[in-house]
T-cell receptor, first 116, second 114 residues
Framework: GAVVSQHPSRVICKSGTSVKIECRSLDFQATTMFWYRQFPKKSLMLMATSNEGSKATYEQGVEKDKFLINHASLTLSTLTVTSAHPEDSSFYIC????????????FGPGTRLTVT | AQSVTQLDSQVPVFEEAPVELRCNYSSSVSVYLFWYVQYPNQGLQLLLKYLSGSTLVKGINGFEAEFNKSQTSFHLRKPSVHISDTAEYFCAVSDLEGFQKLVFGTGTRLLVSP
């Protein structure tokens, strides 16, 4: 399967600051990437669909001005949590979507964000 | 819109015993079905998927799942579990068209003890 990396794996930031999380597709060009958020003992909630060269599509209830997504190349998408608050603390996971009529998603290892 | 229900939040089982993790889904259209496994502080790994054809699907690590359209179920089974199977298991569905976004169930924690 495809290899997806995320950086950093863990980050602690102070309330009010911004933090950027990178998602890289290491072995294929991904026109579409997805960003998920996972709360403790909860399922993954899709935040947005990131398309290379165009604006991300956000799911209902996700603040696009708070969670900035940039998909500037076919191998890199970034999620920036702006003006972070403790309630933004979570596990953020990205995935890449292969092409073809039946797409598979390959997931990154996740980023643990803690806002103090 | 689709939804996925995993009725069991946690399933304890002894090593070498069989296990079944239940998954039911709701959708007004045809869907693809998936099972993913997540180890602590890691991303998700695909165990198996049902796209079409045979309703019995075999995946990695000895897991299999059976698609039952009439019962809208896609239960995951393994005849003999190992300690290393201890993890969180997620059932998911996606549309057949478009971006094929995944909708996940709430997960089932499989706890295998000696």
């Amino acid at each position: 399967g495809a290899v997806v990396s995320q950086h950093p794996s863990r980050v602690i930031c102070k309330s009010g600051t911004s933090v950027k999380i990178e998602c890289r597709s290491l072995d294929f060009q991904a026109t579409t990437m997805f960003w998920y958020r996972q709360f403790p003992k909860k399922s993954l909630m899709l935040m947005a669909t990131s398309n290379e060269g165009s604006k991300a599509t956000y799911e209902q209830g996700v603040e696009k001005d708070k969670f900035l997504i940039n998909h500037a190349s076919l191998t890199l998408s970034t999620l920036t949590v702006t003006s972070a608050h403790p309630e933004d603390s979570s596990f953020y996971i990205c995935s890449t979507r292969t092409g073809g009529p039946v797409a598979e998603q390959y997931f990154g290892p996740g980023t643990r964000l803690t806002v103090t | 819109a689709q939804s996925v229900t995993q009725l069991d939040s946690q399933v304890p089982v002894f090593e070498e015993a069989p296990v079944e993790l239940r998954c039911n889904y709701s959708s007004s259209v045809s869907v693809y079905l998936f099972w993913y496994v997540q180890y602590p502080n890691q991303g998700l790994q695909l165990l198996l998927k049902y796209l079409s054809g045979s309703t019995l699907v075999k995946g990695i690590n000895g897991f299999e799942a059976e698609f039952n359209k009439s019962q809208t179920s896609f239960h995951l089974r393994k005849p003999s579990v190992h300690i290393s199977d201890t993890a969180e298991y997620f059932c998911a569905v996606s549309d057949l068209e478009g971006f094929q976004k995944l909708v996940f169930g709430t997960g089932t924690r499989l706890l295998v003890s000696p």
